[in-house]
């Protein structure tokens, strides 16, 4: 069994030895120079890299400020649409609403109105009919 574990340790130590000198070869193959050339070049990269992320960093930080204020104006002015929908419903429905008053204490003259609006409604669809016909010739 010793002999065994020489023969394993003695395996180990001789493998060992040759992986030794196998980095050593490749150590000395390349130069110290060119190793520190490596390294500085690595560390301006890392500079340059921390220089953009900061800048990256900042423009996202900027970009969301400008998003949240865009998304405030944006709500503010969708509700003002939103009002200004209901205010013109509101102004559609009283104009119908004296118009059915006015129709109900003049028929006469909502008749004869009424007969002038048609015209000038066949009108503007016959002219938006032949225009139709010419887009799609």
Excluded at 101 to 127: G, Q, W, Y
């Amino acid at each position: 069994m010793d002999s065994q574990l020489r023969s394993t340790s003695q395996n180990e130590v001789e493998h060992l030895d040759n992986a030794v000198v196998i980095a050593e070869s490749l150590v000395n193959q390349v130069k110290k120079s060119d190793i520190d050339m490596m390294v500085q070049h690595q560390k301006e990269m890392l500079t340059r890299y921390e220089k953009t992320n900061e800048m990256l960093i900042n423009f996202n930080m900027l970009s969301a400020q400008r998003c949240e204020t865009t998304s405030q104006d944006f709500k503010k002015h969708t509700q003002m649409l939103y009002e200004m929908k209901k205010d013109l419903d509101i102004v559609f429905k009283r104009i119908r609403t004296l118009k059915q008053r006015l129709t109900k204490m003049h028929p006469e003259a909502f008749a004869a109105c009424s007969d002038v609006c048609n015209i000038i409604e066949v009108e503007n669809n016959e002219d938006t009919q032949s225009k139709d016909d010419v887009q799609t010739s």
